[in-house]
């Protein structure tokens, strides 16, 4: 049995940090032996005193009922949001119409021109293969109308995106004050964001394109400030050297080094919003969003997988030609835009003449009766009776049963201080005292809005999603990080279940266990579980290979390489992991209130269905709170990546 050494340097760091750590928890428990006493003789019980609350009912139906009854006379609507709505409108029109001008056959000539001026060949065969696939599955005019509103949102987005970090990576004073707000932003759920614009703009497509733009835009922000920080200094010093202004330093040296993450952020942004489609349906954003909602109505998996394979091909394409942009600079261009432009307009001009603009009636493939009646058979053989091991319906109600129920009974046992208490001396343990302060004024926060015990409601429901998302996807990372082979099988694999939109996942977990708390966490597990998967594989791949072949020069086997080696130098790697597994299970956690999740989802959706305002922001806000306790609690140490990132 082999003993692995670690350097007098590296040795010494450990036994630091659990000194840290031990005066930390001396500290807490002082604290806690003096207010836990007080705090009991002051305010018994284990929820929260109703003396610490503030309500924001009355004030806050106020506001609406004043939207409500000058949306149609204030100047504010009818001069600013009157027109922004007027020019989203005619901006997603414009790209439409131009979209069915061109048919089918032009979009997906352009498409491909376009990813074969990036990337070449191969990637320009796959984006036309989408595309008609796309036109295969019956869903050409759905798809224009989501590509239509993607590319203005995008585009919206990019602006708003980039000037905001435009000004964050010149200015410390800005990037500190828009800090919290991007986090404010990434955290909260994007269901939150579509009340408030509804009640401003109303259902349809406006209120669509610019609750996208607000959920898109942070990622553009922060790595456009990221890459302007992170421009060489050396350069930049020679170009003011040659006497150049401010100006013509942000043209010629800032913006062309911080090229990657430009292209990074665009890629993150498109990504964002296409998340979107299918949320941004419930308000009128139509395309192949609504298909996908219509379908988690009436629960049809068929209708639901015939919508949502278009949108993943479409996430896909995106994202491999954005990425691969993010690299043309050292790839010659064998596609001039003139050219790509010329063969565009032949090809549609060929299509009109021959009047097959629309895609063929004869070249569709109906996919959801196939996968309809191979659901039902699921459902009658799987759903319940199975032999030994029961059916999907009784490991739902043994796990909220055995699990869920505990958790949550367990939390909203506990007396309202020690979950603060408990909060504080995690954040700290692993963070800085600023760390823990966050954490338990957010925590504290949720006790204020009054939403103290749906909230402890959700928490349950996250802690059982990510227990579980991080014993499969921590060991599935580590398996992928050790076989070349399996992570070529994973690869095409965690690609759909990532790009797939949230509301897809919902329906087939409904037609297998119901509807309850255990759908909306196993929904929530299978979207939270590429992440964690890829974050982990990279991390042990990225381990120093010195380090790993000194474990094997000293006779150390897989299985003490793997625990002694890559798993401490890969804790960073893994953190993240835990902090993006977290974030991710939150955001599906929230959606499964559409499907019987209850807590603070069902509060967030009655308010967006009933357009109560109260309801509907209190239970976002604590959303948001919950969210950033959540992640100082899991992540204290550096700045975080973008979501999605």
């Not at 509301?503 to 087939?508: E, N, T």
């Amino acid at each position: 049995m082999a003993t692995l050494t670690v350097p007098a340097s590296k040795a010494g760091a450990p036994r630091v940090l659990k000194s840290r750590a031990a005066g930390k928890l001396l500290l807490l428990a002082l604290l806690a032996a003096v207010l836990a006493p007080w705090a009991a003789g002051h305010w018994p019980g284990a929820t929260w005193p109703h003396a610490l609350t503030v309500h924001l009912d009355k004030p806050l139906a106020a506001a609406s009922d004043w939207v409500m009854d000058n949306r149609d006379s204030h100047p504010l609507f009818l001069y600013f949001f009157g027109y922004v709505s007027n020019a989203v409108i005619w901006a997603v029109r414009v790209v439409y119409l131009t979209l069915l001008a061109a048919g089918w056959a032009g979009v997906t000539a352009f498409a491909a021109l376009l990813a074969w001026r990036v990337a070449g060949v191969r990637l320009a065969a796959g984006t036309a293969t989408a595309f008609l696939a796309c036109g295969a599955l019956g869903m050409w005019v759905p798809t224009m109308q989501t590509l239509a509103l993607m590319v203005v949102a995008v585009l919206a987005s990019v602006a708003v995106g980039a000037l905001l970090g435009l000004g964050a990576g010149l200015s410390d004073r800005l990037d500190r004050a828009l800090r919290p707000v991007l986090d404010t932003m990434q955290v909260l759920p994007a269901f939150a964001y579509l009340l408030p614009v509804v009640l401003v703009f109303g259902i349809g497509v406006p209120a669509a394109v610019l609750a996208t733009v607000v959920y898109a835009a942070p990622p553009m922000a922060r790595l456009t400030a990221l890459g302007l920080r992170r421009a060489d200094p050396e350069v930049l010093e020679a170009v003011e050297s040659l006497g150049a202004t401010r100006r013509q330093r942000l043209l010629t040296a800032r913006i062309p080094l911080a090229r990657k993450e430009l292209l990074l952020g665009l890629n993150q942004t498109i990504m964002m919003a296409l998340s979107m489609a299918v949320i941004a349906s419930v308000i009128g954003a139509g395309g192949l969003g609504d298909r996908v909602y219509q379908a988690l109505a009436s629960v049809d998996v068929g209708a639901a997988l015939a919508a949502g394979i278009p949108i993943v091909l479409l996430a896909v394409v995106l994202d491999r030609v954005t990425a691969a942009a993010g690299d043309g600079g050292t790839r010659p261009r064998t596609v001039g835009w003139p050219y790509a432009l010329a063969v565009t307009a032949a090809v549609a001009l060929a299509t009109r003449l021959l009047g097959a603009l629309d895609w063929p009636a004869g070249g569709t493939l109906d996919i959801a009766g196939p996968v309809n009646r191979a659901v039902d058979w699921m459902t009658a053989h799987l759903y319940s009776g199975v032999p030994v091991v029961g059916g999907t319906a009784d490991w739902a109600a043994h796990f909220t049963t055995w699990v869920l129920d505990p958790v949550r009974d367990g939390l909203q046992w506990l007396p309202w201080w020690s979950v603060l208490l408990i909060v504080a001396a995690l954040a700290w343990l692993i963070g800085t005292w600023r760390t823990a302060l966050t954490a338990v004024l957010a925590m504290a926060a949720i006790g204020v809005l009054g939403v103290w015990e749906p909230t402890l409601d959700t928490l349950s429901q996250v802690l059982a999603a990510v227990a579980v998302t991080l014993v499969l996807g921590f060991a599935t990372g580590i398996a992928a990080a050790r076989s070349d082979r399996v992570d070529r099988a994973l690869r095409p694999v965690l690609d759909v279940f990532q790009t797939m939109p949230q509301f897809v996942y919902l329906i087939p977990v409904v037609a297998l266990f119901g509807v309850g708390r255990a759908p909306a966490v196993a929904a929530a597990v299978v979207y939270a579980l590429p992440a964690v998967v890829r974050i982990t594989a990279q991390g042990l791949r990225q381990v120093d290979q010195a380090a790993l072949e000194s474990a094997r020069s000293l006779g150390a086997t897989g299985r003490q390489q793997l625990w002694q080696v890559q798993l401490p130098l890969a804790r960073r790697s893994l953190l993240l992991a835990v902090n993006q597994g977290v974030v991710l299970v939150l955001a599906v956690v929230i959606i499964g209130g559409l499907v019987g999740g209850g807590a603070l989802g069902y509060d967030v959706a009655f308010g967006l269905a009933q357009g109560d305002l109260a309801t509907g922001l209190v239970a976002g806000a604590a959303i948001v709170c919950l969210g950033l306790m959540l992640d100082r609690v899991t992540q204290p140490t550096g700045r975080r990546p973008g979501k999605g990132a």
